[in-house]
Nanobody, 117 residues
Framework: QVLLVESGGGLVQPGGSLRLSCAAR????????MAWYRQAPGKQRELVAA???????NYADSVKGRFTISRDNAKATVYLQMNSLKPEDTAVYYC???????????WGQGTQVTVSS
């Protein structure tokens, strides 16, 4: 059974930073692309950043230069470092693990990030 557990969300002022973590259980990290998505109230879930097992990463245009995704396969954990946060970054952030060898994918339960003064 695959389990993804996010942590690190919270309330931060504009311009501040947060680091999200996602601990994965039940997968072989080297076979999965790990990603962060977010969903703001009334909006569709959108991709924020993704990191393949081979070390490639991509970002939504809205977070380029501010957010950094990284992964530690030995710990089966993926991180999202978020700097220069803006109110429009407020959303529930979800961790996603997608197999690079099948159609299997799994989601975490989400962690709330609120950027407000």
């Amino acid at each position: 059974q695959v389990l993804l557990v996010e942590s690190g969300g919270g309330l931060v002022q504009p311009g501040g930073s947060l680091r999200l973590s996602c601990a994965a259980r039940g997968i072989i990290p080297s076979r999965y692309t790990m990603a962060w998505y977010r969903q703001a109230p009334g909006k569709q879930r959108e991709l924020v950043a993704a990191a393949t097992s081979g070390g490639n990463s991509n970002y939504a245009d809205s977070v380029k230069g501010r957010f950094t995704i990284s992964r530690d396969n030995a710990k089966a954990t993926v991180y999202l470092q978020m700097n220069s946060l803006k109110p429009e970054d407020t959303a529930v952030y979800y961790c996603n693990a997608r197999s690079e060898y099948s159609t299997f994918a799994s989601w975490g339960q989400g962690t709330q990030v609120t950027v407000s003064s």
